[in-house]
């Protein structure tokens, strides 16, 4: 377990601006950060981090918190997890109050597989470096391709001996359980239940999570045998999800932001070429067809996407149709064709940093033109062939959202293609009507019914009531959050705050919402222990719900501009000119509220009690929570709003 003092060094240390840019490409708008939703999939920006509060809100999902909340809901990690992720970040050394080796697994299953990988990383690293075998067979591979002693370490490049159960025998024999070598991939179980090494005698290529740690491999053979696959990958896991993972970006992410651009390759080896040459915004697919968790991944960082290709025309033509799901998430994509024979990863290594740059700068293409040129070539002068080109590239612009955009296209196609610009504007206006169609029917047919008439009387109203009931509450949080820690500063109250004051007022008042109550008792329990808890206190909270709740109440998607009252001469109100009515309106409100729901619970109880002497006394007390809600209702109507 962490220490407190540790996790506050962490606290302290983290820049939320800085943990979420590593995710998420940020840009300034007045006080806050904004950009588009890791979590949801939209085109204008509803994620907001304030590095005042130091918390992010994301208005798509819901969802909201400090950086270690950000961290548990987009790399799935636990809460030790995030604070050490925080901690390697900033360079803190972790205190624990029980040790804990780091080469046995934890209980969660999640963190049991990350454990296994991470060793697994370790050991095909060493194996490389330290053994005779690993040398002569891995290295040797290694330092042919040109890479460095540091390329290799820093993608943790590895080496699996050519044994059967080199790396699983070890592997058990440290404690590590057959359950995660096998579910990892790391190890396959043979007919009789043993288990073997998946990657024997391979190079190793680790493959990062976006935070950076191993979540699977990729092993190519060296042998010259065709029966053996030219490379083994890792099984899909509760870790890895190809579809959702791109080869090098943990090391691109932060190039590419820098320069607003990611280059797309197709193989390991690429991206490690390309970046030691200095290039380091760099990822690949990994082999597989680009997907639209990979290309959401890319346009977090960045709208601009540049495709090197290697010579394989036919290659590019199979992987063209693909290339329209990145249009249609609003990314810009130029495509580069490199000479025949050659591949990012020869071609770096031929002419060097410079001319690669050079070469790319001079030879990049818009993805639409490129395609247009690609097409009417194949096509020639057959005129059947050239009308499927001419409908296939109003197809791919008909996917780009931007119409500004899409026109432009449309222009210089419709030069390319040597047709009216008005027919081809004809034929994607169809494109999109017909697209229009297809979504509408979709979203009506999973639309929800219509609601009820509002003199029917259904069942909703008590829900309306609940959530009615529970905004009281909530407004209590909200104004211990913002105002507990102020002095009192009217009817002559002196030497008080105002978040005791609300907490002594409530003593006799019940909370129903659960985090609302939880709250309260966290708060009641800081300031009977001398402490005036602060919002920052329950934004870094162990417990999730606590942590939604603030997020959620300390957060709004809109604020007035500084120039406002200049341009509209409008004012708008505000709660902290009359405090006293703001805090003591809240307090009261609830407080009629809660003595409403007594009321009505001793109406119904009256109804339904037959005996005279228990009508009596429920009588009695019906009539002095009666005396008790005028009482409230005068004091609200006599001083808090006057």
Same mark, same amino acid.
């Given at each position: 377990?962490?220490?407190?003092?540790?996790?506050?060094?962490?606290?302290?240390?983290?820049?939320?601006?800085?943990?979420?840019?590593?995710?998420?490409?940020?840009?300034? +708008?007045?006080?806050?950060?904004? !950009?588009?939703?890791?979590?949801?999939?939209?085109?204008?920006?509803?994620?907001?981090?304030?590095?005042?509060?130091? *918390?992010?809100?994301?208005?798509?999902?819901?969802?909201?918190?400090?950086?270690?909340?950000?961290?548990?809901?987009?790399?799935?990690?636990?809460?030790?997890?995030?604070?050490?992720?925080?901690?390697?970040?900033?360079?803190?050394?972790?205190?624990?109050?029980?040790?804990?080796?780091?080469?046995?697994?934890?209980?969660?299953?999640?963190?049991?597989?990350?454990?296994?990988?991470?060793?697994?990383?370790?050991? @095909?690293?060493?194996?490389?470096?330290?053994?005779?075998?690993?040398?002569?067979?891995?290295?040797?591979? @290694?330092?042919?391709?040109?890479?460095?002693?540091?390329?290799?370490?820093?993608?943790?490049?590895?080496?699996?001996?050519?044994?059967?159960?080199?790396?699983?025998?070890?592997?058990?024999?440290?404690?590590?359980?057959?359950?995660?070598?096998?579910?990892?991939?790391?190890?396959?179980?043979?007919?009789?239940?043993?288990?073997?090494?998946?990657? +024997?005698?391979?190079?190793? @290529?680790?493959?990062?999570?976006?935070?950076?740690?191993?979540? &699977?491999?990729?092993?190519?053979?060296?042998?010259?045998?065709?029966?053996?696959?030219?490379?083994?990958?890792?099984?899909?896991?509760?870790?890895?999800?190809?579809?959702?993972?791109?080869? !090098?970006?943990?090391?691109?992410?932060?190039?590419?932001?820098?320069?607003?651009?990611?280059?797309?390759?197709?193989?390991?080896?690429?991206?490690?070429?390309?970046?030691?040459?200095?290039?380091?915004?760099?990822?690949?697919?990994?082999?597989?067809?680009?997907?639209?968790?990979?290309?959401?991944?890319?346009?977090?960082?960045?709208?601009?996407?540049?495709?090197?290709?290697?010579?394989?025309?036919?290659?590019?033509?199979?992987?063209?149709?693909?290339?329209?799901?990145?249009?249609?998430?609003?990314?810009?994509?130029?495509?580069?064709?490199?000479?025949? !024979?050659?591949?990012?990863?020869?071609?770096?290594?031929?002419?060097?940093?410079?001319?690669?740059?050079?070469?790319?700068?001079?030879?990049?293409?818009?993805?639409?033109?490129?395609?247009?040129?690609?097409?009417?070539?194949?096509?020639?002068?057959?005129?059947?062939?050239?009308?499927?080109?001419?409908?296939? *590239?109003?197809?791919?612009?008909?996917?780009?959202?931007?119409?500004?955009?899409?026109?432009?296209?449309?222009?210089?196609?419709?030069?390319?293609?040597? *047709?009216?610009?008005?027919?081809?504007?004809?034929?994607?206006?169809?494109?999109?009507?017909?697209?229009?169609?297809?979504?509408?029917?979709?979203?009506?047919?999973?639309?929800?019914?219509?609601?009820?008439?509002?003199?029917?009387?259904?069942?909703?109203?008590?829900?309306?009531?609940?959530?009615?009931?529970?905004?009281?509450?909530?407004?209590?949080?909200?104004?211990?959050?913002?105002?507990?820690?102020?002095?009192?500063?009217?009817?002559?109250?002196?030497?008080?705050?105002? !978040?005791?004051?609300?907490?002594?007022?409530?003593?006799?008042?019940?909370?129903?919402?659960? &985090?609302?109550?939880? @709250?309260?008792?966290?708060?009641?329990?800081?300031?009977?222990?001398?402490?005036?808890?602060?919002?920052?206190?329950?934004?870094?909270?162990?417990?999730?719900?606590?942590?939604?709740?603030?997020?959620?109440?300390?957060?709004?998607?809109?604020?007035?501009?500084?120039?406002?009252?200049?341009?509209?001469?409008?004012?708008?109100?505000?709660?902290?000119?009359?405090?006293? &009515?703001?805090?003591?309106?809240?307090?009261?409100?609830?407080?009629?509220?809660?003595?409403?729901?007594?009321?009505?619970?001793?109406?119904?109880?009256?109804?339904?009690?037959?005996?005279?002497?228990?009508?009596?006394?429920?009588?009695?007390?019906?009539?002095?929570?009666?005396?008790?809600?005028?009482?409230?209702?005068?004091?609200?109507?006599?001083?808090?709003?006057?």
């Amino acid at each position: 377990m962490i220490t407190k003092p540790t996790i506050d060094r962490i606290m302290e240390a983290t820049d939320i601006v800085e943990v979420i840019g590593d995710f998420v490409q940020l840009k300034k +708008r007045g006080a806050n950060y904004v !950009g588009l939703s890791p979590f949801a999939n939209e085109r204008t920006p509803s994620f907001t981090v304030s590095p005042v509060k130091g *918390i992010f809100k994301d208005f798509s999902s819901g969802k909201g918190g400090s950086a270690v909340t950000f961290l548990m809901e987009l790399e799935k990690f636990t809460y030790p997890e995030a604070l050490r992720w925080l901690a390697k970040k900033y360079s803190i050394e972790i205190e624990e109050t029980v040790e804990s080796p780091e080469n046995r697994e934890a209980d969660n299953h999640r963190e049991s597989l990350m454990i296994v990988t991470g060793y697994a990383a370790k050991f @095909f690293h060493e194996s490389l470096l330290d053994t005779e075998e690993g040398k002569n067979i891995g290295l040797s591979y @290694f330092k042919e391709r040109g890479f460095s002693k540091e390329t290799i370490n820093k993608f943790e490049l590895g080496y699996s001996p050519d044994q059967w159960e080199a790396f699983t025998g070890q592997a058990i024999k440290e404690g590590y359980k057959q359950e995660f070598l096998e579910e990892s991939g790391l190890s396959v179980k043979r007919d009789n239940g043993s288990l073997y090494d998946r990657y +024997r005698g391979r190079v190793m @290529f680790p493959i990062h999570s976006f935070s950076g740690r191993v979540i &699977a491999f990729g092993g190519r053979t060296l042998k010259s045998d065709k029966n053996v696959p030219k490379y083994v990958n890792s099984p899909e896991s509760e870790i890895y999800h190809k579809s959702s993972v791109l080869y !090098g970006l943990y090391f691109a992410k932060k190039a590419i932001r820098e320069e607003d651009n990611c280059y797309l390759v197709e193989g390991y080896a690429d991206v490690i070429s390309v970046h030691q040459a200095g290039i380091e915004n760099v990822v690949a697919s990994s082999g597989t067809s680009l997907t639209v968790e990979q290309i959401r991944l890319m346009g977090r960082l960045t709208k601009n996407i540049t495709i090197l290709y290697d010579g394989d025309a036919a290659g590019i033509k199979a992987s063209l149709r693909g290339l329209d799901l990145i249009l249609e998430e609003g990314l810009n994509v130029k495509v580069v064709l490199f000479p025949d !024979g050659h591949d990012p990863d020869s071609y770096v290594r031929q002419v060097g940093t410079s001319a690669f740059k050079k070469y790319i700068e001079d030879t990049k293409k818009d993805f639409i033109l490129y395609k247009t040129d690609l097409l009417l070539k194949d096509a020639g002068n057959d005129p059947i062939k050239k009308s499927e080109v001419i409908r296939e *590239i109003v197809e791919s612009v008909a996917k780009i959202p931007d119409s500004i955009k899409a026109s432009v296209f449309i222009k210089e196609c419709s030069y390319i293609l040597q *047709i009216d610009e008005r027919a081809l504007l004809s034929e994607l206006n169809k494109m999109r009507a017909a697209k229009a169609r297809k979504d509408s029917q979709q979203s009506s047919s999973y639309s929800k019914p219509e609601q009820p008439p509002e003199d029917i009387n259904w069942d909703e109203p008590a829900e309306q009531k609940s959530k009615d009931d529970d905004s009281q509450e909530k407004e209590i949080i909200r104004l211990l959050l913002m105002y507990g820690n102020r002095m009192i500063d009217w009817d002559g109250i002196a030497n008080t705050y105002i !978040g005791p004051f609300m907490i002594a007022e409530l003593s006799d008042v019940e909370f129903d919402h659960p &985090a609302s109550k939880a @709250f309260v008792e966290i708060y009641r329990k800081e300031v009977e222990n001398g402490v005036l808890p602060d919002e920052q206190h329950f934004i870094h909270y162990p417990d999730k719900d606590i942590v939604d709740l603030t997020v959620n109440l300390i957060s709004t998607k809109y604020t007035l501009s500084e120039n406002w009252y200049e341009m509209h001469r409008i004012l708008v109100p505000d709660e902290q000119v009359n405090m006293k &009515a703001t805090i003591l309106g809240a307090i009261f409100h609830l407080k009629k509220q809660k003595v409403g729901k007594i009321l009505e619970s001793l109406r119904k109880e009256l109804q339904t009690t037959t005996a005279e002497a228990d009508q009596e006394i429920l009588l009695s007390q019906y009539m002095h929570m009666k005396k008790v809600e005028k009482t409230i209702s005068d004091y609200l109507g006599s001083v808090i709003l006057k």
